[in-house]
């Protein structure tokens, strides 16, 4: 799996959006920046199963699963070794 960069002329746009989500969830209650918050992470969950069933299309639900977990778990030890910082811890 190779990682690419947005391209430069995005730049502009992300920015915008950006922007907007925050003064949004300025103006939204904590309920309401939880349900965002649960909604984005269902969205992640999903855009990760999609990725293991695209590349194991013969799995079944059940070892779908074991395999997201399986990737969930190697992504935890490379952030305890420090080989991966989540965004929040590396500013």
């Given at each position: 799996?190779?990682?690419?960069?947005?391209p430069?002329?995005?730049?502009?746009?992300?920015?915008?959006?950006?922007?907007?989500?925050?003064?949004?969830?300025?103006?939204?209650?904590?309920?309401?920046?939880?349900?965002?918050?649960?909604?984005?992470?269902?969205?992640?969950?999903?855009?990760?199963?999609?990725?293991?069933?695209?590349?194991?299309?013969?799995?079944?639900?059940?070892?779908?699963?074991?395999?997201?977990?399986?990737?969930?778990?190697?992504?935890?030890?490379?952030?305890?070794?420090?080989?991966?910082?989540?965004?929040e811890?590396?500013?």
């Amino acid at each position: 799996m190779q990682l690419t960069q947005s391209p430069p002329e995005l730049h502009p746009l992300m920015d915008a959006i950006r922007r907007d989500r925050v003064i949004r969830a300025r103006n939204q209650t904590a309920e309401e920046r939880l349900a965002e918050a649960m909604e984005m992470t269902d969205f992640a969950f999903e855009i990760m199963m999609s990725s293991v069933k695209d590349s194991h299309p013969d799995a079944d639900d059940e070892t779908a699963t074991s395999l997201l977990r399986e990737r969930l778990a190697r992504l935890r030890k490379r952030e305890d070794r420090g080989l991966f910082i989540p965004m929040e811890k590396a500013l």
